[in-house]
């Protein structure tokens, strides 16, 4: 359903995976952020489920064709990430978006390292996101200014996740409430990474079938 394009970012060009909605509406946006595996095919699905549901979506490659299989040399790229680099990445992804006909504030939805990212990019530029969705968000170097947040957050943890605990999302939702925001989170069974359906040692179906729907929902409502 999607492909590859290349786009401006802030002076530079970046590529990414865009899909679009099959009936030739553009409708709102979304920008899909992915794990610290890189632009793997399951973010490429993610971006066409959400085209099927009517939305243009955008997964950035935030680290420029390299993927991995490999856990050590996964969190060397999470570390090795230009924060910078990678902040004029997601501002021409709003762009690029707009440019292939979205409309309105976009939605941004991240998993693992993109969800904290997806955070991040909602206080970077707080007034180009209508709704952001974190899956067990986690990267050590980002910080987000939670008071510049504008847009309702969405947060998915996983009870036996030791990654990102149940008790980091409520610490999340206890500094956006502190600001002034409004976040909601659901911790369900199972591991970090539950909606990655390409890994059968963390996928837990019936969990990410539930947020899967719960994003839709959300982001119907405020995009």
Same mark, same amino acid.
């Given at each position: 359903m999607g492909g590859m394009i290349e786009y401006q970012a802030n002076g530079g060009k970046a590529q990414g $995976?865009?899909?679009?909605?099959?009936a030739g509406g553009t409708g709102k946006g979304v920008i899909v952020l992915q794990e610290y595996w890189g632009l793997v095919p399951h973010i490429q699905d993610i971006c066409d489920r959400f085209a099927k549901e009517g939305y243009t979506a955008l997964a950035p490659d935030l680290f420029d064709g390299t993927v991995t299989k490999n856990p050590?040399? @996964?969190?060397?790229?999470?570390? @090795?990430?230009?924060?910078?680099?990678?902040?004029?990445?997601?501002?021409?992804?709003?762009?690029?978006?707009h440019a292939h006909g979205a409309?309105?504030?976009?939605?941004?939805?991240?998993?693992?390292?993109?969800?904290?990212? !997806?955070? %991040? !990019?909602?206080?970077?530029?707080?007034?180009? %996101?209508?709704?952001?969705?974190?899956f067990y968000g986690i990267h050590p170097k980002v910080?987000? &200014? $939670? !008071?510049?947040?504008?847009?309702?957050?969405?947060?998915?943890f996983a009870e036996q996740d030791g990654f990102v605990t149940p008790a980091a999302g409520r610490e999340i939702k206890a500094h956006v409430d502190k600001a002034g925001g409004?976040?909601?989170?659901?911790? %369900?069974?199972?591991?970090?990474?539950?909606?990655? &359906?390409?890994?059968p040692e963390v996928y837990d179906k019936a969990?990410? &079938?539930?947020?899967?729907?719960?994003?839709?929902?959300?982001?119907?409502?405020?995009l």
């Open positions: $995976y865009l899909a679009r909605p099959a050590d040399e @996964a969190f060397r790229l999470l570390m @090795a990430l230009n924060i910078d680099e990678m902040a004029k990445k997601l501002s021409g992804s709003v762009a690029a978006l409309t309105g504030k976009v939605g941004i939805v991240g998993f693992c390292m993109g969800g904290q990212l !997806a955070l %991040y !990019a909602a206080t970077a530029q707080p007034d180009a %996101y209508g709704a952001v969705v974190d910080a987000p &200014d $939670y !008071a510049a947040l504008k847009a309702p957050v969405l947060g998915f409004r976040m909601d989170i659901h911790v %369900y069974p199972g591991q970090h990474a539950f909606f990655n &359906d390409t890994r969990s990410a &079938d539930d947020a899967w729907h719960k994003t839709l929902a959300f982001f119907a409502a405020n």
